[in-house]
């Protein structure tokens, strides 16, 4: 499975931004899916996971009630809402076979390259 990530840019605090990750290979649809951000000096921090079926989803306490995941075919999305300065990130899609520790990096063989998100105040 290869990931490529797309959609970040530049938003004002309050605004919104729409990430996607596109995924190639023929059995991406059976693989969970989630969402990271990491800035720099920083570990590499969970955002968002849905799982093979489009359920399981589950976020991170800082996004909660302004981020939603979803997925498509082959396409992962991340809708982010009401923004803040401190969501500015690189955000990565990451995907995995199994679906256990999806809160942990190291749970993940495959990661798409990063996309920037830069929040203004």
């Known amino acids: 499975v290869q990931l490529q990530a797309f959609g970040g840019g530049l938003a004002q605090a309050g605004g919104s931004l729409r990430l996607s990750c596109a995924a190639s290979?023929?059995?991406?649809?059976?693989?969970?899916a989630a969402w990271f951000r990491q800035g720099p000096g920083k570990e590499r921090e969970f955002v968002a996971y849905i799982d093979w079926a489009g359920g399981g989803l589950n976020y991170a306490d800082s996004v909660k009630g302004r981020f939603t995941i979803s997925r498509a075919k082959n396409l992962v999305h991340l809708q982010m809402n009401s923004l803040k300065p401190e969501d500015t990130d690189v955000y990565y899609c990451?995907?995995?076979?199994?679906?256990?520790?999806?809160?942990?990096?190291?749970?993940?063989?495959?990661w798409g390259q990063g996309t920037q998100v830069t929040v203004s105040s």
């Open positions: 290979g023929h059995s991406f649809r059976s693989y969970s």
């Open positions: 990451a995907a995995q076979k199994i679906g256990l520790d999806y809160r942990r990096p190291n749970a993940y063989g495959y």
